[in-house]
């Protein structure tokens, strides 16, 4: 059984910031692409960033230079720092697996961040 568990997330004002974690278990860690999905009330989930197993990342550029994904393959962890966090980056972060074998994605219950002052 896939399970993807999110932590970290949280209220924060502009200009902190915020680690967000996404322990996997279920899966075999290092043949998937690890990403983070955000959706804000009545918008659609957008892509954050995601990292391959290699550690080669993207990011939205709404977030680039803000943000850093990172993964620890022991740990069968992903990571999102979030820095200079603003008003627009509040949503609901969701954890999401991809494996490069299957393609079957899987996601988590999701976190939410809210930056406001």
């Known amino acids: 059984q896939v399970q993807l568990v999110e932590s970290g997330g949280g209220l924060v004002q502009p200009g902190g910031s915020l680690r967000l974690s996404c322990a996997a278990s279920g899966i075999i860690f290092s043949i998937n692409i690890m990403g983070w999905y955000r959706q804000a009330p009545g918008k659609a989930r957008e892509l954050v960033a995601r990292i391959t197993s290699g550690g080669g990342t993207t990011y939205a550029d709404s977030v680039k230079g803000r943000f850093t994904i990172s993964r620890d393959n022991a740990k069968n962890t992903v990571y999102l720092q979030m820095n200079v966090l603003k008003p627009e980056d509040t949503a609901v972060y969701y954890c999401?697996?991809?494996?490069?074998?299957?393609?079957?994605?899987?996601w988590g219950q999701g976190t939410q961040v809210t930056v406001s002052s």
């Open positions: 999401n697996a991809e494996s490069i074998v299957s393609r079957r994605r899987d």
